[in-house]
């Protein structure tokens, strides 16, 4: 089993940044294709980005790309997500997430994922 921790949320003006950072448990951590989802109050669970198990390969919503960066390091069980350039409609929860399978067909889709962690609230006021 793989336990998610995420940190690193809080209140920023628009323009500013944070990293996020998601702590994961587990020997087979490496194995796992790891994301980032956010959710919105009233709003479904939407993907933001994802990195492949060696960090090798990154995907990004087209709202994020250019703005947030997804990367990893194994020899700390650690992923993270840079958000520079945060707007308003960055608000939400976070998420980070972890897929066994992994690949790059299905990485968007929620369902896929095998864990959750707690999440962190990321404010952005305008």
């Known amino acids: 089993q793989v336990q998610l921790v995420e940190s690193g949320g809080g209140l920023v003006q628009a323009g500013g940044s944070l990293r996020l950072s998601c702590e994961g448990s587990?020997?087979?951590?490496?194995?796992?294709?790891m994301a980032w989802f956010r959710q919105a109050p009233g709003k479904e669970r939407e993907f933001a980005a994802a990195v492949s198990s060696s960090g090798g390969t990154t995907y990004y919503e087209d709202s994020v790309k250019g703005r947030f960066t997804v990367s990893r390091d194994n020899a700390k069980n650690t992923v993270y997500l840079q958000m520079n350039s945060l707007k308003p409609e960055d608000t939400a929860v976070y998420y980070c997430?972890?897929?066994?399978?992994?690949?790059?067909?299905?990485?968007?889709?929620?369902?896929?994922?095998?864990?959750w962690g707690q999440g962190t609230q990321v404010t952005v006021s305008s």
């Open positions: 587990g020997r087979t951590f490496t194995n796992y294709q």
């Open positions: 997430a972890a897929d066994r399978i992994g690949g790059s067909k299905w990485y968007r889709l929620a369902s896929r994922y095998d864990y």
